[in-house]
């Protein structure tokens, strides 16, 4: 798995593009990446799954730990690109709920 972060500190805001697998071996990963991007002051977070082919349980895992990380900070965190196999995932986890997808 890849992140590759887009920032933009005039609006405070950053984009974590993410490609490749979110598994076993690097939900942490990308967990502590993105919590340490938001530790930086950043208000508004987009999470872009567009170039994910795979998701199981610990990167459904380290989704809501973002999630929950992100309200700590009161930052607003959006989801993009949430389609396919990983969409079907998260429903199926029943985290579509909670998570806030933006379509733009």
Same mark, same amino acid.
């Given at each position: 798995?890849?992140?590759?972060?887009?920032?933009?500190?005039?609006?405070?805001?950053?984009?974590?593009?993410?490609?490749?697998?979110?598994?076993?071996?690097?939900?942490?990963?990308?967990?502590?990446?993105?919590?340490?991007?938001?530790?930086?002051?950043?208000?508004?977070?987009?999470?872009?799954?567009?170039?994910? #082919?795979?998701?199981?349980?610990?990167?459904?895992?380290?989704?809501? #730990?973002?999630?929950?990380?992100?309200?700590?900070?009161?930052?607003?965190?959006?989801? #993009?690109?949430?389609?396919?196999?990983?969409?079907?995932?998260? #429903?199926?986890?029943?985290?579509?709920?909670?998570?806030?997808?933006?379509?733009?």
């Amino acid at each position: 798995m890849e992140i590759q972060f887009l920032e933009d500190r005039n609006n405070s805001f950053f984009t974590a593009k993410i490609f490749g697998d979110c598994d076993l071996y690097n939900a942490q990963h990308l967990f502590t990446d993105i919590t340490e991007k938001i530790n930086h002051g950043y208000k508004t977070v987009y999470v872009d799954f567009s170039g994910v #082919r795979y998701l199981d349980s610990s990167g459904i895992w380290a989704v809501i #730990r973002i999630i929950q990380h992100s309200k700590e900070k009161t930052v607003d965190l959006k989801f #993009r690109g949430i389609t396919g196999a990983v969409r079907k995932v998260m #429903r199926l986890s029943n985290i579509l709920s909670i998570i806030k997808e933006d379509d733009t």
